[in-house]
């Protein structure tokens, strides 16, 4: 999945000898190689979403609240590098991590400023940590992929890159009709925190099976296996992340790392004095399923639902239009409401429809005007036509030279029209010229 929106680290040899250096700006870091020079990482972009933009989605708002009894202290403890050697180490994991100065520099940031976000996303994960799981555990993957939302999108399932990737998996355009999901101008499944879970698994699945090792399924993920290709190839054929690290895309060299961050933080936040926020889960929902077109709104208003909540239960609408009467499609509602749906299905179809959809499927045209309009070109064409030729009268002395350039045409043009063979008229012959 190609998205430059991630790290971007210079090509560096990982070890004691190198030393990262944390900068004050928002979305960089100065890293110093073993020779001194100095490289900018970008830091991925879900890194830096505001958390009071993430506490404004409904769900947030709804079942989402800080812990008022946290007994921790705010101060995040620091610990030698043995001790999350060992705490990665301890990690029930198929998937390999390591630890390295870019994996503590990334553990650094989760744990430091953006704590508070950890503790929306700890919260968060109620809501979507199954679905993933589920995904992850029809296709067979290792359940820790769980945890690539949190970097590709701060489990935000209205997240949009600057470069259009979209949903908590961020996928491009491509990449997700290529596994499956619609995107049109009325639904984009890539927000659908279900079927994106469903059609990520069948992707990392096949970048698996392409490479045989999930370092390089993850790195693939965010830049796609032909450029894994390339820098396995740069390497002399080397098959280890970390040995073609110098080789990869720049946005693709701290992918790995920060993945391995997440998932050291969403494990070991207590250790840090990270309260996850309090979760209240919603209330269970139901699917309807509908065969013609109807605007959410016209559900809320006649079953009194809360749009905000129907929009949250199905992003995948982009303009609250489920177009039903192009296939059939589903509607997700909390549970309580299905029956009440059932009940006035008629009732929802039929309120304010000229309001709320307002696309016409027939127009009469006015023949009428239509048809006085035509008239009025047939006449046109019939004056202009019957105004291109005319008769004139020779007049006495006239030649055929003297009435074609009287008439702005040719003699011979005057002898084809009038089938003269010679140059002799007679006055007040009649003579067709133009």
Not at 262 to 273: D, I
Not at 281 to 293: E, I, Q, R, S, W
Request: with cysteine; net charge neutral.
């Amino acid at each position: 999945m190609r998205k430059k929106l991630f790290i971007v680290i210079g090509a560096m040899i990982f070890g004691g000898s190198c030393v990262m250096q944390a900068q004050n700006e928002k979305n960089e870091i100065t890293v110093t190689d073993n020779e001194g020079k100095e490289e900018i990482i970008d830091v991925p972009e879900a890194l830096d979403y505001e958390v009071d933009s993430l506490l404004n989605l409904y769900y947030s708002k709804t079942y989402l609240q800080p812990y008022d009894d946290c007994n921790y202290s705010n101060e995040n403890p620091e610990y030698p590098n043995e001790t999350y050697i060992e705490r990665l180490s301890r990690l029930p994991n198929i998937v390999e991590m390591p630890y390295n100065d870019i994996v503590r520099k990334f553990i650094d940031r989760y744990t430091g400023r953006l704590r508070n976000s950890v503790s929306y996303m700890l919260g968060a994960s109620n809501f979507y940590i199954p679905i993933f799981e589920e995904a992850l555990e029809m296709y067979g993957l290792p359940l820790e992929l769980k945890y690539l939302p949190v970097i590709e999108s701060s489990l935000n399932p209205k997240a949009t890159s600057r470069v259009g990737a979209v949903g908590l998996w961020q996928f491009m355009i491509g990449t997700g009709k290529q596994y499956g999901l619609e995107v049109n101008s009325l639904v984009d499944e890539r927000r659908d925190p279900i079927k994106s879970s469903y059609a990520a698994a069948r992707y990392l699945r096949d970048l698996y099976n392409i490479f045989g090792d999930w370092n390089l399924a993850i790195a693939a993920y965010n830049c796609g296996p032909e450029n894994i290709n390339k820098a396995i190839l740069r390497s002399g054929g080397k098959t280890d992340y970390w040995t073609i690290y110098p080789y990869l895309p720049r946005e693709t060299q701290g992918y790995v790392p920060a993945f391995i961050a997440a998932n050291y933080v969403m494990n070991y936040y207590c250790e840090h004095n990270i309260c996850p926020m309090h979760t209240t889960l919603p209330a269970k929902t139901d699917t309807v399923v509908v065969n013609k077109d109807v605007h959410l709104k016209q559900i809320a208003d006649v079953c009194g639902a809360d749009i905000e909540e129907l929009r949250t239960l199905n992003p995948q609408y982009r303009r609250d239009i489920v177009n039903g009467s192009a296939r059939p499609s589903a509607i997700r509602l909390p549970a309580s409401l299905t029956n009440t749906f059932i009940a006035n299905e008629d009732s929802i179809y039929n309120y304010q429809v000229d309001e709320l959809l307002t696309r016409r499927s027939l127009v009469e045209i006015d023949n009428s005007t239509v048809s006085q309009s035509a008239s009025r070109k047939g006449n046109t064409r019939k004056r202009s036509t019957s105004g291109s030729r005319k008769n004139v009268t020779v007049r006495k002395g006239d030649t055929l030279s003297s009435i074609a350039a009287r008439n702005h045409t040719t003699v011979k043009k005057i002898q084809q029209l009038n089938g003269l063979k010679g140059n002799t008229i007679r006055a007040g012959a009649k003579l067709r010229v133009k």
